[in-house]
């Protein structure tokens, strides 16, 4: 009776295990919002997860099924003894050579992804496609996101330009706390930086996290494909407020325009109402 | 059913056995029995895991209702009316990983389970260095009072990792001042304490088996055991040199390394909380390197000896020889191997050169490997066998189906871009808490019950053991298989409040559903040491093998005697010759049991080669089973062959 009742036992809970799985997306346990990501980078990362969650959920019916097989054949073995033997190389080797084909696979099917989020960048650091792309430097610290722009319009030409201005702050940069916007639909690139410990800058919707590192300054690309609001938040512990690192990012369609208007109530000297942005004179800060 | 060996005339007392009664303190304090080392830190490491876990309980409640009054113990928390304020949670997770990490499961596992098993499984008398082996404990408790103090100066709050600069700069949060100081001293007594013990280890495992105990005659749980002491000895110095440097960056211990004042992790220019700009040149990447240098192999130095128990304890209680020896003992030398070019696994997004994320993920990958044969031959040690459903059993069949959930879960934040994402997340936390405590924990509760007659020659209650185990392992998959939906919904690690991000708002009922699992999960624990400690009173007394398991320290009298051995013990054979059709109307058959008819050749020279002119029929885990001595072997081998094929 307890032999039956422990051999349940073990059944049960994979089983359990795979219902919570399955209803997950219905309980909204799923990705953020229960959506697919918000840039096409993002979305591969979730076709590798399912792909992944596929291959180990076969795996885990597997290893769990032949686990409660053999738990169920030996509660019940009425023999005098266990059965004799000492293992079979030939399922020795069978279980070497398939587990190592699906993983290699597995690792060599990810490198493509890795290779786009951040390696070929990486290599082309020096080279010349970034300063059309860049969109603002994001300094994090204790317990904030600090965002500079270059001033609305300002184009960059080279790469030297932009090492310039990542250097030191420039005449009609313009600021912001904690609300980063980026363009819609065109590769972003954010500069990242840290003012005092470790932070990391994590866009669940988005699938970006980049740690920024003090003393570094770290290049995220990444080009948002749906408009809307999405929450920023610090990924690596960075003291006792690290969970209210809260921010957003927001995209929009035309970025110019939002710098223009926080241009120009950044410049609002409190008695000509800014052009852009009339009616946020109440909430601006200076 | 005693059957130690009483056929070696030539075996002289393995030990002065009656020359002294020793004193109290020489007996149960500053003992050198390596037997009395592994009872204290036993109990040593099982009083630091009801604080770790109670430490674990705070942080649960603060995950479950943030800000609200903690119950019992809010008094006592903080100043502020018994909430956890975000500094005291923040200390809460480093603590617990620090004392769950360093004062449980590394000691209980080489610490407890090392020193009482390796000489007795060996059939020697002790340790090699005895008095070495009484420090490697009394380092220990440096360890712990510096833990206290980091606890009176507020606790250290950087996470057990420590990364700089939170964790270099005294101005970067509250718990970075003398309580990181203090940290970093305790850790390199742990430091100090784990190398004596894994020297100890090698040479004992090394130089001291006894007589016909060759390597290959080993028990799986030695092989892990020895594996990990070598970790041990090439990782833990790379932990220690890390720590130093960083008390030198710290310019700590009171102003005794004032004049230092190094920068080894620490940029120049970075001002905190408004301190002066820091002058230096360092790198803070470079302690996340060196850190990982050792906690990586220190995540297998926490797992492989759990293997090795599991491993015996499984064949034992199936009453079946372990399936693939070999395969078994190659694999925990793999994943020793591997584990050593892991560590960037830990960094793939911190902003280090990517392209070694490639070659760190393709062996982080590679290392589920050795670790999914492990799993295989753990389910094929079963198979067919005839299984005792008793708490053994049932730990050991937990710590095979969690390690399953832990070994997968890992292969998805090996994948670099899959890693992006769940890096820093609860999916991490899942993770490794299936590993650590699903796998080792489970393995560690079955090993407690397994040795106990041999600690004190009485049995735990099996009715408590069972109803602990029910309770464990519900509040276990209760706490933290939700935890890997937490992490895909995207919630990061060590948030004293998630909530106030609106897209994780709608997981505190979960949370709350797991606060609870846990608590259940943390007054089970109550049961085992309940059950623990009135059976070292009360427990029914048992002979020097209850199990009827072939291991040399089976041989011994429960509980052995200083020198464990009354005679140096002989072993002619691999330590799972279970239901071999060798011997009748039993299903054991021990490793120094000689088997009659005795060879012509007396084995007054065991220490012949396995599968030599010495007692070959009896050395199974060898590749050549068919001994035309006995005529009747060759009948197990073509039924496993031919089973094999069926399947």
Redesign the interface.
């Known amino acids: 009776m307890?032999?039956i009742f422990?051999c349940l036992?073990?059944t049960f809970?994979?089983i359990?295990?795979i219902v919570?799985?399955a209803i997950?997306p219905a309980m909204?346990?799923?990705?953020?919002?229960n959506r697919e990501a918000a840039t096409p980078l993002?979305q591969?990362?979730d076709d590798?997860?399912y792909l992944?969650?596929g291959?180990?959920t076969v795996?885990?019916i597997g290893?769990?099924g032949?686990?409660a097989y053999?738990?169920w054949?030996?509660?019940k073995?009425e023999?005098?003894?266990?059965?004799?033997?000492?293992?079979?190389h030939?399922?020795?080797v069978i279980?070497?050579i398939v587990?190592?084909g699906i993983?290699?696979f597995?690792?060599?099917y990810?490198?493509d992804?890795?290779?786009i989020?951040?390696?070929r960048d990486?290599?082309n650091r020096d080279a010349d496609p970034r300063p059309t792309h860049l969109v603002a430097e994001v300094t994090a610290r204790?317990f904030e996101w600090r965002i500079r722009y270059p001033a609305p319009g300002k184009k960059f030409k080279t790469y030297k330009e932009v090492k310039d201005w990542l250097a030191r702050p420039h005449a009609g940069d313009v600021y912001a706390v904690n609300k980063l916007f980026v363009p819609l639909n065109r590769e972003t690139l954010i500069y990242l930086k840290s003012?005092?410990?470790?932070h990391?800058f994590?866009v669940?919707?988005l699938?970006?996290?980049?740690?920024a590192?003090?003393?570094?300054s770290?290049d995220i690309w990444f080009t948002v494909n749906r408009a809307g609001k999405f929450?920023l938040?610090?990924?690596?512990?960075?003291?006792?407020?690290?969970?209210?690192m809260?921010g957003e990012v927001e995209a929009v369609e035309d970025l110019q325009a939002q710098l223009r208007r926080l241009k120009s109530l950044q410049d609002y000297d409190g008695v000509t109402p800014p052009e852009g942005a009339p009616g946020e004179l109440e909430g601006a800060t200076p | 059913m005693n059957t130690t060996d009483t056929l070696n005339p030539s075996s002289g007392p393995a030990h002065d056995l009656h020359h002294h009664n020793p004193s109290f303190i020489k007996k149960y304090i500053f003992s050198t029995d390596h037997k009395m080392i592994g009872v204290q830190f036993l109990i040593t490491t099982l009083i630091m895991m009801l604080l770790g876990g109670a430490l674990a309980l705070g942080i649960r409640w603060q995950l479950a209702w943030p800000w609200e009054n903690m119950p019992i113990f809010g008094i006592k928390f903080a100043g502020e009316g018994g909430q956890i304020?975000?500094?005291f949670?923040?200390m809460l997770f480093t603590m617990h990983a620090t004392v769950m990490i360093f004062l449980v499961v590394i000691p209980i596992l080489a610490g407890a389970f090392g020193n009482f098993l390796i000489p007795l499984m060996i059939g020697a008398d002790d340790m090699a260095f005895p008095t070495l082996n009484m420090l490697s404990y009394w380092f220990m408790w440096p360890a712990i009072f510096f833990f206290g103090l980091s606890f009176y100066f507020g606790g250290a709050?950087?996470?057990w990792t420590s990364?700089?600069?939170?964790s270099a700069?005294p101005e970067?949060?509250?718990g970075s001042g003398h309580a990181q100081n203090m940290w970093l001293i305790a850790v390199t007594f742990v430091g100090v304490s784990s190398m004596m013990g894994s020297v100890n280890y090698m040479t004992t495992i090394i130089n001291m088996r006894a007589p016909g105990m060759t390597l290959f005659r080993m028990p799986l749980t030695i092989w892990s055991m020895f594996i990990t002491a070598i970790l041990q000895a090439f990782a833990l110095p790379v932990l220690t040199a890390a720590g130093f440097m960083m008390l030198f960056d710290r310019a700590a211990l009171g102003g005794a390394f004032e004049g230092i004042h190094t920068s080894f992790f620490i940029?120049?220019?970075?001002?905190?909380?408004n301190a002066d700009p820091t002058v230096g040149g360092g790198?803070?990447?470079l302690w996340q390197h060196l850190f990982w240098f050792y906690s990586h192999p220190a995540v297998y130095i926490m797992l492989l000896p759990a293997m090795g128990m599991v491993s015996d304890m499984l064949a034992t209680m199936?009453?079946?020889?372990?399936?693939?020896?070999k395969?078994m003992a190659y694999s925990l030398a793999a994943i020793a191997g591997l584990g050593f070019i892991v560590w960037g696994h830990h960094m793939f997004?911190?902003?280090m050169?990517?392209?070694l994320?490639?070659t760190f993920?393709?062996s982080t990958?590679?290392i589920?490997?050795p670790s999914?044969?492990k799993?295989?031959?753990w389910?094929?040690t079963?198979?067919?066998?005839?299984?005792r459903?008793n708490t053994v059993t049932?730990h050991c069949?937990?710590f095979?189906?969690q390690f399953?959930?832990g070994g997968?879960?890992g292969?998805?934040m090996?994948?670099?871009?899959?890693d992006?994402?769940i890096?820093?997340?609860y999916f991490i936390v899942a993770h490794f808490h299936y590993v650590l405590f699903g796998s080792t924990l489970f393995g560690i509760f079955g090993a407690i019950q397994f040795w106990f007659p041999k600690m004190f020659g009485r049995m735990m209650n099996e009715r408590l053991g069972k109803i602990h185990f029910?309770l464990t392992?519900v509040g276990f998959?209760g706490t933290f298989?939700?935890m890997h939906?937490l992490g895909?919904?995207?919630m990061?690690?060590?948030?004293?409040?998630?909530y106030?991000?609106?897209?994780l708002e709608?997981?505190m009922p979960?949370n709350q559903f797991i606060t609870i699992c846990a608590l259940i999960m943390g007054l089970a624990q109550l049961i085992l040491i309940y059950n623990w400690v009135s059976s070292i009173f009360w427990g029914p007394k048992c002979g020097p093998n209850p199990w009827n398991a072939n291991g040399v320290e089976w041989s011994a009298p429960s509980p052995p005697p200083h020198g464990n051995f009354e005679v140096i013990p002989t072993v002619y054979r691999g330590p799972?010759e279970?239901?071999?059709?060798l011997v009748q109307g039993r299903?054991f058959l021990m490793q120094t049991e000689l088997l009659p008819p005795p060879e012509p050749d007396e084995p007054d020279d065991p220490d012949v080669p396995a599968g030599s002119a010495g007692p070959a029929e009896q050395d199974?885990?060898n590749d050549s089973?068919e001994d035309p001595a006995t005529g009747t072997d060759g009948e197990?081998g073509e039924?496993?062959?031919t089973?094999?094929?069926e399947?």
């Open positions: 307890s032999r422990w036992f073990f809970w994979p359990a295990a919570v799985c997950a909204d346990w799923g990705f953020p919002g993002g591969r990362i590798l997860f992944i969650l291959i180990v795996a885990f290893t769990m032949a686990l053999v738990l054949k030996g509660s073995n023999d005098e003894k266990g059965w004799f033997s000492h293992g079979s030939n399922l020795e279980w070497t587990p190592s993983l290699l597995i690792a060599l990810q490198i992804v890795w290779a989020y951040r390696v990486y290599e204790q003012g005092d410990v470790q990391a994590f669940p919707d699938r970006v996290k980049q740690d590192m003090p003393g570094q770290i929450n938040t610090c990924a690596e512990l960075c003291g006792w407020g690290h969970y209210k809260r | 304020s975000p500094e949670y923040t709050a950087s996470g990364y700089p600069l939170l700069l970067a949060a509250p940029p120049s220019g970075i001002v905190v909380n790198q803070a990447l199936c009453r079946k020889p372990i399936f693939g020896y395969p997004t911190s902003g050169n990517p392209a994320g490639m993920m393709v990958i590679m589920a490997l999914a044969i799993t295989f031959n389910i094929g079963i198979w067919g066998g005839k299984i459903f049932l069949i937990a095979v189906s399953v959930v997968l879960s292969i998805f090996a994948a670099v871009p899959v992006i994402y890096h820093d997340t029910f392992f998959n298989f939700p939906l895909v919904a995207g990061p690690r060590r948030y004293a409040d998630p106030i991000h609106p897209y709608h997981l979960m799972y279970y239901s071999s059709p299903d199974a885990p089973p197990p039924a496993s062959e089973a094999a094929e399947s």
